[in-house]
């Protein structure tokens, strides 16, 4: 509950407006992060470089639902450049997730 609390302080803090909800969201998507992708993607979601790309921001997080959802929920095992790296590591696929588990965790990259 402590933990909420100091998220959700410091999700009010940033300038841009969000819509109702998103700060509750953005909280429990850092939880299913801290649990799930941390281990290859980092705490603060900036990845290994040449190993496992950054989350944040990418023009995959940013871009097409679609794709997204496609690569976390099937994984991910193409050669693929960001940023000026290259990674061809595999992501294994997270098909346990339930919808609002990686609603959550986009929601926290994209912000
Ligand atoms: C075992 C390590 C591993 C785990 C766990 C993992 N990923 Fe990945 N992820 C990768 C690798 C490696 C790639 C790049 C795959 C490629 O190059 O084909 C990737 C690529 C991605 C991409 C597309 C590229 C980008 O930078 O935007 C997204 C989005 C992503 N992962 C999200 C997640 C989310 C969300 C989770 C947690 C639910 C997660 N990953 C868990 C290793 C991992």
Known sequence: MLLFAALHAQVKHK???KPPGIAASIAKGKDVY???????????????QNMNPPLIKTTYVLGDKTKLITIVLNGFNE????????????????DFFERPGYCQCFNL???
Do not use: F, L, W
């Open 109 to 111: 990259c994209a912000q």
């Open 34 to 48: 801290m649990q799930t992708c941390v281990t290859c993607h980092q705490v603060d979601g900036g990845g290994v």
């Open 15 to 17: 300038a841009k407006p």
């Open 79 to 94: 050669r693929v450049e960001i940023e000026g790296n290259t990674y061809s590591n595999v992501m294994p696929s997270h």
